[in-house]
Each structure stands twice: as C-alpha cells, then as structure tokens.
C-alpha cells in the first residue's frame, strides 16, 4: 500500500516541479496576500522587488532594495538626479566656492563646507529636522565600535553646529565629493531624538522602523510579503506626494513580477534585465523607462593573487599573474557578438572605467583577435602540448609548475538573471576556443561579496575569475577608483579591490585626484584609464541599461544610475 | 519439501514477469539508459552554442527544439540524463553503504547497539532533508577538495546519499530481527560460524529482496532530488547539462518557449514512474509468502 501511494505521488511531485513550479505555481504569490494588502485608496501604486530590504539604511547592506525604501522616507543633505545634478533635499542651497559655502585653504590643502538646512521640514512626529540631526547621524557614522565606514570618512576632521540649521564640515584634504556624501542613494540624515546611539548605526531599530521626514511614512511591514507606506501629512513639499499608498511587495521570480505588471496587479519593477525589457516591448499597460546614462559596467574580474591567498606578490596566481594571459583573455572575448545575441543590442560596450561624463577617455578599443589571443599565450608559455584542448605551462613565467593546466573556475551571480548566466557560458566557450578552461559556477551575490571573515568569496580570495555588474553613483568617480584599484584597498575588508590588483604609479595618481581642479583631475583620470588598459586586472564588457518596468497610469516616472527609482516619488501622478 | 535457490528465483522472475507495469517501466528506463549512453551518436554537441538556431521550435532538425544559445535540446536531455542517472546510482550506492550496514548492526546485535544507532537513524530522520540537502550542497560547494569540487557529480550525489540511507537502515534492521531468529542461523552460530560470517553469508543474502526494491525507489528520489537541487543553483552547472539545471535554464522562457522545460519534465516523469512500477513489480514479486505459494503450487 505504501508503495504504491508513493508510486502516485512521484508523478505528482513531477508535474509540480517540471510544470507548476516553472509557470503556474509561482503565480500563487501573487493572490495568496491579495486581502491584507488590499488598497483602500484609488491613489495606489504596487512596487514589486525580488527580495526584502535589509533596512531603510543602505549602509547596512546595500542591496538597493534598502535604498529604494530609504527614498520614500527619508532625506539626505542632497541628492542626484538621472543627469548627474546635484540638488538640495535638507539643505536649503548646495554649498559651493561661489556662495561662500565652501572655504579652501590652498596652502594647507584643506577645506570646510558650510551646510545651511530648510527650517520647514520636520519628522512625521512634528519635530523639527536640525541640524543636531545630521550631526548625530555622523557621530553614528564615525562611532569606533558600531559605526560604519562611509566614503571620504577618513577625509573629514571634524563637524560642527553653526547654528539650529546649519554646520560645517572641516575636511583634511580637498574632497570633490563633499556634496553628496551627507546624501545620494546611500546616506540619510537619522533623527536624533527617536534613534538609539548606543544600538548603533548599522544595528538600530529606527532603521527598520523609521521616523520620515520623506513623502511616506512607513505603516506595516509583514518580512517576505510587503511593506505598505501611507502618504506623509507633514511632508515638506506638501501636497506632493501625489499618490496616497505605496506597497511594496516581495516577488522573488522575475517571470512572476513581469506576468504581476502586464496583467495590471503591480506598477513598478525594479532593475528590470534585457530580456524582460525585451519582452514588455509593445505592451499597452506596461513601458520601460531607461536611465539617460549608464552606471552598470559589466566587468571580468581577474584574482591575481593565487586562489584563496589575498598577496599577489607574495603568491601570484598561477596563471593570470601574467598580464599577456589576460590581455589574451581579453582579446578572446567577442563583445559585440554577447551583445547581439544576449542582450539585444541594447548593451553599449565599455573599454575603460571612465566612460560617462564628465570623465570620459580616449582610451582604444581593444580587438577581438583570436589569433592575436593564442601568439600571446603561446609566447607566454602557455602550449596545448598534448592536444587536449586545454593549454598547459611550458616554460610559462607565472612560477606554476611545468604542465600546469590552464583550467580555472569562472563564478557569477544568479540574480541578475539569465542574460548575465548565458553571457558567463559564453564566454567561457570562447575561452575554451583558445585553450583556456574555464569551470562554470553560480554563485548567490551575497557569498560573492560577503566579508571575508563570513567566508566571503571575492573578499577572502577564493576565486580565479568572476563577472558581475558595478559601477559608481553619481558623478565622481575618486572614492570609487580608490576602493577599486589602490593598495590600501587590497587588504580584505577595507575596500573592494579583490583583483589584489598593486600599482603604485595608480595609487600615486588615486592621491591626485583629490582636488577640486576640474581639469586637472581629468587628465589624472585618463592616465589611470591607460595604466588599467595596460595592466588589465579586469575586462571591461560593457554596459547594461538602468531599467525599470512602470505601468503606463504612472506619469513621472525615471530610472536612473545615480540612485533608485524612486528618487523622485513625490512628483509621481497617477493618470 | 524445501524449495530450492533456483526454484526462488524462477518464482520471483514469473511474479516480476506477471506486473504489467513493472514491465513497461523495466523497457521504458531501459530505453532511457540507452539512448542516454548512445548520447554521443548525436550530430550536436551539447555544451556549444550555435546562436543563429537558439529557441528554435521542435523540427525535423533539432527534434525537441533548441535553448537559448542554440543548443540541440534532444541532445542535451541525453547528456542531462547520464549525469541525472548516475548521480541517482551513486546516490543509491552511498546509502547503501551506510544504511545497509547500521541496519545489519543493530538488527543483529540488539540490545544498547540497536538503541544507539536507531537513535541516530531517527535523528537523521527527522530532519527536513530537502532543507538539509540545501544546506549541504550550500556547504560543500564552498568546499575544494580534489575530489569534492563545486557542484560535482560526486559531490551532489554524496550530499544526497547521505541523507537518504535512513531507510535502509530500518529495512535491514527490521529483516535482521526477524531472520537471527531462524533455526539455520541458529545452526551456524553451533557450528561456531563468526557473527560477520552469520550476517553476510546467511542473513543478508535473505533479506535482500527488500533492500532491492527500496533501491530502485530511492534511485527515484535521487534523481528528483538532483532535479530540485539544480533547479535551485546548488546542483549541476551550466553547461553541463541535467535535467534539473535544465528546467532551471527553461524557467524565464516558459510562456513563449515551453518545451525547453517539458521535455525535461518529460524525461524525469518517465524515468520516475518506470523505476517505480519496477520497484512495486519487485515489491511483489519477493513478497515471501506470494514466492512460497507460487513454489507450493509447483511441488
């Protein structure tokens, strides 16, 4: 009897994983919550994003998602918009060298910034926002024990209450990026009097429950379903936002949440992938908006250390310690063809760091060359010797051992979806075209990037290659090429330059470019684009579209690179 | 008059032969292990891209269509299903070597033994095993080990293998207790036959009619389990095919695209249901009782 209740249900479970699984079943998401969550307004828009927000405060974990909430309720000093402008959002102007709001002592090589703050704007609890508050989101910030590194922190000497509404920031260098690092996508002022100082920044309950003083004010929070933000009475843009409720809800498969916007139950995807823009094209209810720059550098990253080792002069990688293997690499890797066939020509391919304003260089274009690919390896000594497909180490001058096999192993991230997968088997076909194996592996985004004390992936060094998308907010790019490329950055945990990629001719010119002279840093700029193109610690592929999926009632809607898509929330109408 | 080995085996091979379903199933996995070793005989290669034929319907050419990188589908299934069929196997072969022998121990031993290792049986068995597989699979992919790699054969079937041998052990143990009752074991333990000689060479060979048929079922779970697995990333990677990675691959085409994940789904269905009714054919057919009346009915 038992056997043969069991013999019934096998084909049961199959259908449900071969059929249900795939199409309908995921499809229960989307009604199993319809009731609780039901809006009780007509003035209601549906957010649908893959997983839950950490937090409202990005610094946590920055998955974007925490982000995206942090923008309906709560303002830093300043923030960007699509086209890389600056604008106030607490500050009642943004400081420059013109109104008298930044000082620069050119002899000491410093500066202070004066920030003067609304006077009309207060926490949903009536109180007013001072500048007390942004003075103790810093000392939260700068706290030894529970604050959090931010960038520029190490650049600041002290802040300092001028007044109710305003302070000054002293700073031991010149900071280019001073505007937005009170603010953008990252930072939010907290409020003084209802955060917990000694939980800490990272761990206090106010950044999952949080005060606003954004256009929503947060009402209910049920983990892995939804979250329901309800308009902000005191909102100081008062009568925006025009929308009444946003619900925010947790869709985990992104077949789903393309099915929830076409069929009307949601209004908003997030970071859409080509494929789903692809196949909402022509759609009547549903467009895509794409951010007017690009942001997201799709980017091979070489670990030129040897695997699980974090020194890459101590132990150099057996293989892509060499720079002509990866310059060989490189010139194996068809761009235009991923592009076509992947990404519908909608990727624009990228050759360089710098290539959005206003730091673009004319660095050429690397070509596609298979033969080119193969003479490098083989003057490297790296030879197929016994015809196996795979290049062995013949007198090669990394120090691994003669015979050597070319075979590494090749890691992405499953959630950017399959575009991002079939582009990793690609080119690992490609590579296999001129004798180099690489061994597929998905790995979840958060392994990838964790900590290296949490058995983070990349952190700890415990990777040959790996592709995935990055680039920085904004318009600056100093912090970024810091944590990306300089030395100090190559020690785990204290930045993000996992290529162990060491240059001190770079990080001599990293140092250069903390100046407010425009022209000056732009020529730095450039020659730090020719030495990455020389040293290639990782292959630039190209861009991917900033998209976001909205239905056509919303008017007002804008993806950008600069921050999330609900950056500008409060000037959304619905038709 | 006692039956003779060969008069049981005649009678179990009649009983198996007269299961409609077990037959159907034996020639149905039968085929599938064939075409699966003849995999090679097909034109494509499964793991190179041809992006002018990607996503092409089933046609005269590519019979099951093709993948989003112009993969032949058919041939892929093929490849799928080795690597599904052997991780099944060798997933069998590892409970088997762990449940087997604590089953053995505790059924003939008795006593605090019995009590120490169904205590652990039970533990094992009250965990979530699919969550635990999960976990598992998470764990050891992090691992590298020359012959544990990332999301290996080996390593998948291992992770599967080793929560799947609870089952055996209870069978065997149940089989244990019954048969070290029985006069000729009696008999061997007077002639001073060791206890090792007891349990491999006179109660085991009796008891594992049972063992076989929970074989075949678990080979079943396996698979799926292999299935779910790849289907959640900590299985098969790309591009080596399974048929889990494979319905995985299918999941964002399914509406404009559904054979890449009916096929698959296809492919495990029938393999699962033919190693099921063969498993049921087996149950019956060592059934002791249905093989007496049948040898009875003879003598």
């Known amino acids: 009897m038992f056997t043969r209740t069991r013999t019934l249900l096998f084909p049961a479970f199959m259908v449900i994983l071969s059929l249900a699984i795939v199409s309908c079943g995921l499809r229960s998401q989307s009604a199993g919550t319809e009731q609780s969550i039901t809006p009780d307004s007509t003035s209601s828009i549906t957010i649908v994003i893959p997983e839950d927000p950490p937090s409202f405060n990005p610094m946590v974990a920055d998955t974007g998602y925490d982000s995206l909430v942090m923008e309906l309720v709560l303002l830093g000093m300043a923030d960007i918009d699509p086209y890389g ?50 003075l103790f989101t810093w000392e939260a910030i ?52 209802y955060c917990d100082l000694e939980q800490g920044f990272i761990a206090w309950d106010c950044g999952r429950e949080p005060l606003s003083d954004g256009p929503f004010v947060l009402h209910d929070w049920l983990k892995g379903d939804h979250m329901t933000f309800h308009k902000n009475e005191k909102y100081y843009l008062a009568p925006k936002p025009n929308i009444d409720q946003v619900i925010v809800r947790i869709v985990p498969d992104d077949a789903v949440r393309k099915t929830m916007m076409l069929k009307g139950d949601a209004d908003i995807d997030m970071w859409i992938n080509t494929t789903v823009a692809k196949d909402l094209e022509g759609s009547d209810v549903v467009k895509v908006s794409m951010s007017p720059t690009d942001r997201w550098l799709m980017r091979m990253f070489f670990n030129l250390a040897q695997k699980g080792t974090v020194d890459s002069s101590a132990t150099p990688h057996p293989i892509l310690s060499d720079v ?51 003479a490098l390896l083989e003057s490297s000594g790296w030879i197929d010797s016994d015809n196996d497909g795979v290049r062995e180490c013949r007198g090669c001058s990394t120090g691994a051992p003669e015979g050597y096999k070319m075979e590494m192993e090749f890691i992405t991230y499953p959630e950017f979806g399959e575009p991002l997968i079939l582009t990793q088997q690609l080119i690992a076909e490609m590579l296999s075209d001129i004798g180099v194996k690489a061994n597929i592996s998905v790995v979840e985004g958060s392994i990838l990037w964790d900590q290296a004390e949490n058995g983070g992936i990349e952190q700890s060094g415990n990777f040959d290659m790996d592709i995935w998308d990055d680039g920085y907010p904004g318009i600056d790019p100093t912090d970024y090429i810091w944590e990306m490329y300089s030395q100090e950055a190559l020690v785990p945990g ?48 190209f861009t991917t579209p900033n998209a976001e999926a909205h239905s056509t009632r919303i008017e007002g809607v804008q993806s950008s690179v600069n921050d999330m898509v609900t950056w500008n929330i409060a000037d959304w109408t619905l038709k | 008059m006692i039956p003779q080995p060969s008069e049981f085996s005649i009678a179990i091979w009649k009983r198996f032969t007269r299961h409609r379903g077990a037959i159907i199933g034996m020639v149905i996995i039968s085929l599938i292990i064939l075409l699966c070793i003849f995999a090679f005989l097909s034109p494509f290669n499964p793991e190179k891209s041809s992006l002018a034929e990607k996503l092409l319907p089933p046609s005269s050419v590519h019979l099951l269509g093709t993948d989003a990188l112009g993969r032949d589908l058919l041939t892929r299934i093929l490849y799928g299903g080795r690597i599904s069929l052997t991780v099944g196997g060798i ?117 594992i009619g049972v063992v076989i048929v929970e074989a075949t079922l678990q080979l079943g779970y396996a698979i799926i389990q292999e299935a779910g697995l790849s289907f959640l990333n900590f299985g098969i990677q790309q591009p080596t095919p399974s048929w889990g990675n494979l319905i995985y691959a299918a999941q964002s085409h399914f509406t404009k695209y559904p054979w890449l994940a009916v096929f698959p789904g296809i492919a495990i269905f029938l393999t699962i249901v033919s190693v099921n009714y063969i498993g049921d054919g087996l149950r019956d057919a060592f059934d002791p009782y249905k093989v007496m009346e049948k040898v009875g009915e003879w003598t």
């Open chain 1, 142 to 193: 700068t706290d030894p024990v529970n604050g959090s590194w931010i960038p520029g922190i190490d650049y600041v000497d002290s802040i300092e209450k001028l007044s109710q509404y305003s302070f000054v920031v002293n700073y031991n260098t010149l900071y280019p990026n001073y505007l937005t690092q009170l603010g953008g996508e990252q930072i939010a002022i907290w409020p003084a009097h």
């Open chain 1, 324 to 374: 002509n293997v990866r310059k060989a690499i490189r010139s194996a890797i068809d761009i235009d063809t991923i592009n076509s066939e992947i990404y519908f020509g909608l990727a624009t391919p990228v050759w360089s760091e710098f290539f959005r304003p206003p730091y673009q260089c004319n660095v050429p274009r690397p070509t596609y060359d298979l033969e080119a690919a193969k």
């Open chain 1, 494 to 541: 204290f930045g993000n330059n996992v290529m162990r990629y060491n240059n001190s001719e770079v990080d001599a010119l990293i140092d250069e470019a903390y100046t407010l002279d425009e022209a000056s840093r732009k020529e730095t700029f450039c020659a730090i684009a020719e030495r990455l193109d020389e040293d290639v610690p990782m292959v630039y592929l």
């Open chain 2, 91 to 207: 997933a069998v072969a590892i409970s088997l070597l762990i449940g087997v022998p604590i089953g053995a121990l505790a059924g003939y031993y008795g006593g605090k033994i019995d009590s120490i290792l169904m205590r652990i049986t039970d533990a094992f068995l009250s965990l979530p095993s699919f969550l635990v597989l999960i976990l598992l699979a998470a764990i050891l992919r992090e691992v590298e080990l020359p012959i544990l790699q990332r999301n290996s054969v080996l390593t998948i079937s291992l992770v599967i293998g080793a929560l799947s041998w609870m089952t055996f052990a209870r069978l065997v143990r149940a089989a244990f207790l019954t048969l070290r009752e029985m006069d000729y074991v009696s008999a061997s333990r007077a002639l001073g036959a060791s206890d090792r000689r007891i349990m491999l060479g006179h109660i085991l060979p009796n008891g």
């Open chain 1, 85 to 134: 402008n600056v604008f106030p959002e607490l500050a009642a102007e943004l400081p420059t060298i013109e109104n008298g709001g930044v000082i620069v002592d050119e002899d000491a090589g410093t500066m202070s910034v004066t920030w003067t703050m609304r006077e009309d704007i207060q926490w949903s609890d009536g109180t007013p926002v001072t500048a007390d508050d942004a």
